[in-house]
């Protein structure tokens, strides 16, 4: 089919005073200096899009800066007969079938995602893809080497930069909430890591390197859409984390994204899915050799039979992940599973055994939860609000508001939706004992946090 030449573009190169091969020029250069080194176009190229050509992603978004820089106006992607890229609205739903789409895919969803575009913030849970993303984990073959011919050389100074964003903004996640970080988090994505991936030059063992550094940081960044309760965002996210996890062959990595995939179906009351997501987790696990997680896989699927109401499923599940955890060897695992610990797992059985309204083994574990790390104050936030609800199931009144106002006075300290959902359940279940004088105390003490 014959391309209908693009007349548009012709004029402004005309009005410009552009000659093919300066225009070329200009693009490379500007494409370097924002963060696209290695583009190589030349007055071939530029006469290929006059003849109707469609260029790739970035060239028309600097196409416009290199007019309007000349001509002193604004220009549009539509001034130039290249209207804007239209983003499926699927873009990170699918587990794709290459590592290199995986690449195309993941930094497509960090860029719609900085551009705040709707379909993305209005997204849905979907549970299928979720499904199907776990399925192709577990039975994709090995694939190729992760390699880079890009023009930027990739060190080990740059894997290392993006593995301490990952851990000063999980730090800050924990302490302060998803809303204050995640924000910076995805532009760090798109500007830093983009580059890396797309146009850096790699081998096998550094590619592998990027990769899971890169896998590392867009599962926190969808976990930190899970803890806004943006669960259609942080799902895309937790599978493209996968896919990449995958394009690293990293199973470790890949069970944990798993049993956070599965953390959220719980939360989200989609208790049959994050069976099916515990599971994979636990396999994944198991490849990997690494008995920290699949405790956590384990506990994952407990928590799963206790929202369904199957105690006895959730008792054999815990003992499985006691066993496992009894065999853990933290020196050998990876830094990114640290957060498991005693009191980790504690909050895991407290919330199976609330759960399953059985108050005084919900309390025992609570109680144990909070000998945690001081860092983890949204986490503190969760087994507070752990302990009031199994003290309120054991008809402690008076105990279980005590810890309700910690709790409560701890979360407005926080920009967390979750944190926002666990004391909205603390006042339902407070709600039928709201005349007696230890409540109606507590709601006066913690009204302006009940506004915000």
């Known amino acids: 089919m014959e391309r209908e030449p693009n007349r548009l573009l012709q004029q402004l190169i005309a009005e410009a005073g552009f000659s093919h091969k300066g225009l070329a020029r200009r693009l490379n250069d500007l494409g370097a200096a924002r ?29 416009t800066e290199v007019f309007a820089l000349r001509l002193g106006r604004p220009v549009t992607p539509e001034d130039l007969g290249m209207p804007a890229t239209i983003s499926p609205l699927d873009l990170g739903q699918e ?3 290459t590592w290199q789409e995986g690449i195309a895919t993941v930094t497509a969803l960090w860029r719609a995602d900085v551009e705040r575009r709707r379909f993305l913030i209005d997204s849905t849970f979907a549970i299928g893809a979720g499904s199907v993303g776990a399925m192709r984990w ?19 100074a740059d894997i290392a930069a993006i593995h301490e964003v990952t851990r000063s903004f999980g730090e800050l996640d924990n302490r302060f909430g998803s809303g204050r970080v995640r924000s910076s988090v995805v532009k760090y994505l798109d500007t830093a890591v983009t580059p890396l991936l797309k146009n850096g030059s790699y081998g096998e063992a550094t590619g592998r390197s990027l990769v899971t550094a890169a896998a590392e940081l867009t599962r926190l960044a969808g976990w930190m859409a899970y803890d806004m309760e943006q669960h259609g965002l942080a799902q895309r996210y937790l599978i493209q984390a996968l896919r990449l996890a995958r394009g690293a062959d990293d199973h470790a990595l890949g069970g944990e994204i798993l049993a956070g995939m599965a953390h959220q179906a719980v939360y989200m009351g989609q208790h049959a899915h994050a069976l099916d997501l515990a599971r994979a987790a636990q396999l994944s696990a198991g490849r990997a050799g690494v008995h920290t997680l699949l405790a956590s896989a384990h506990v994952l699927e407990a928590h799963a039979h206790a929202g369904l109401g199957d105690a006895r499923a959730c008792a054999a599940s815990l003992h499985a992940a006691e066993l496992a955890f009894g065999r853990r060897r933290p020196g050998d695992e990876p830094d990114w599973l640290g957060y498991f610990d005693e009191a980790y797992l504690a909050a895991k059985f407290a919330h199976c055994f609330r759960d399953l309204g059985e108050g005084r083994h919900a309390v ?8 945690m790390d001081h860092r983890y104050v949204r986490g503190r936030m969760f087994n507070l609000s752990l302990l009031s609800a199994g003290l309120l199931q054991c008809g402690e009144l008076e105990e279980a508001c005590a810890v309700a106002g910690q709790a409560l006075r701890l979360g407005g300290e926080l920009q967390s939706a979750r944190t926002r959902s666990y004391a909205a359940d603390l006042r339902r279940r407070l709600e039928p004992y709201k005349d007696e004088p230890c409540v109606a105390a507590l709601r006066e003490s913690t009204r302006e946090l009940t506004a915000v």
């Open 138 to 156: 577990l039975t994709s073959p090995p694939e190729g080497r992760p390699t880079g011919r890009g023009a930027r050389r990739v060190g080990t």
């Open 35 to 63: 963060g696209t080194p290695g583009l190589k176009y030349d007055h071939s190229s530029v006469l290929r899009w006059i003849g109707g050509q469609r260029p790739r992603d970035p060239v028309p978004g600097l196409l």
């Open 364 to 371: 025992l574990q609570a109680r144990r939860s909070l000998d």
């Open 95 to 97: 587990f794709t079938h």
